[in-house]
């Protein structure tokens, strides 16, 4: 296993325009271990995550991996060059809700591509790296199929896949199973689960308060731009202190219970 | 009446201008793809003079009927001291014609791709030329193909107005013989077949393309 990255936000901002989707952030990612962010729709979980590996670009503060600065030279300097931003993303995986899998490439030539363009290695070596990576998400067997053949939770193993022969020291997930059937979402997070036990750093916005509260080493809550509280599972999911997050829960149990 | 022999017999020499139909069609595509990729990078570039470079080729091409455009060419070109062939006049102005038409279906192709597409790459750190050559390109092709098979099929039907300039090509030929052997039904019926037969074979490579490239 390679080692696992950390993650230092401080004080981000973000605008869109006049709106302020993230408004003074901080959070401390450690490595090792799964961080979850859950929040209202709109409230710039999506932002703050595609923020991490320079996605979207934040306006002010900084985001460190393992103490180096993305996307800028220097607090509040100038960008970094695209060279500099490449190498950086090299070891970020980043899982997508609508997974953006290319669809003119098998599942395999999907995972080899970034091998062989971005990490040069050979044809051959690629397919060996790939295959494993296909083997360790349970899809040896599809591995020849083109994206429209694969039903969406296979669709979303194979990204997992594609991301992870790169790799990574920290993946990135932005609400992995929110697109699929719900008979569908476990075989996603049982993957998602063998990540977090090898010590793979991840941050996972997710709708799935199950796999927060098992399987997550903190929970961030966000609202209106605001991260409103960080704490272990137990503690934020079931004696939340903060009305704002007692509210979230209470509509969140509200609509999943019937 | 209408006489089996006589349209039998306009065939053959439709079939010699049929190489000229072909010709102005097949390399006017050929250049207008050419031309079109650049001037749909031009329209998609972040540089303001070259999109609005490319928005005022785009506009003037598509806004002037083809055949002012030839009979422009015609006249001008030894005007301003370009003596060249009317063939290759014929050739370049379709081609050039195309060019807009073709440049605005790479255009919206490549628009059409979801975001998605682009960020999953940019994010495994993959390099902006290699995001065009392996994820976009592969992609907005084979978007669009049906265009573009469209497209030609309307330039072979367009390349009857180069007759203007005194090429000899389908429509110009069934004239000609229409005017000597005054049997203008059996002449304008071969011809009508021709273009079709033309036509149906690129219909027919369109689709054997758009078979090998859908997944
Ligand atoms: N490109 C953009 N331009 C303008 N506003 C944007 C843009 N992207 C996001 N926003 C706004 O920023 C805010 C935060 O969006 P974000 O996608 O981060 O929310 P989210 O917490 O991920 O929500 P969801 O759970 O619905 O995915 C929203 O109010 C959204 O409308
Ligand atoms: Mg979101």
Known sequence: MVEASSVEIRNVNKFYGPFQALKDVSLSIPPGKVSCLIGPSGSGKSTLLRCINFLEEYDSGEIAIDGQLIGYVSAGGRRMSSRRLREMRRSIGMVFQQFNLWPHMTALQNVCEGLIRVRGLTKSEAEARATDALKKVGLSDKMANHPSRLSGGQQQRVAIARAIAMEPRLMLFDEPTSALDPELVGEVLSVMKTLAAEGMTMVVVTHEMGFAAHVADQVAFMEKGELVGVDAPSRILNHPEDPRIQAFLRTYHERNSF | ?215
């Open chain 2, 1 to 215: 009446m209408f006489s089996i022999p006589v349209f039998l017999s306009s065939f053959e020499p439709l079939f010699w201008a049929a190489r000229f139909t072909l010709l102005i069609s097949v390399l006017g595509i050929a250049l207008g793809l050419v031309v079109g990729a650049l001037i749909c990078a031009a329209a998609l570039s972040r540089s303001r003079w070259l999109r609005w470079f490319a928005a005022l080729w785009v506009s003037f091409l598509r806004g002037v009927p083809l055949l002012v455009q030839l009979l422009l060419a015609y006249y001008l070109l030894p005007v301003i001291g370009i003596n060249v062939p009317a063939m290759v006049a014929a050739v370049v102005t379709v081609g050039i014609c195309s060019s807009a038409y073709v440049s605005e279906i790479w255009r919206g192709a490549i628009i059409a791709l979801p975001k998605g597409q682009t960020e999953a790459a940019t994010a495994i750190g993959m390099h902006p030329r290699d995001i065009w050559i392996r994820i976009i390109l592969p992609q907005a092709f084979r978007i669009s193909l049906p265009a573009l098979i469209n497209e030609l099929i309307l330039l072979v039907k367009a390349s009857s107005l180069v007759s203007v300039v005194g090429i000899l090509e389908v429509t110009r030929a069934s004239q000609a013989q229409a005017a000597t052997t005054f049997r203008p039904l059996e002449v304008y019926i071969a011809a009508a077949c021709i273009y079709l037969i033309i036509n149906l074979c690129f219909a027919a490579l369109g689709r054997y393309l758009e078979y090998r490239t859908t997944v």
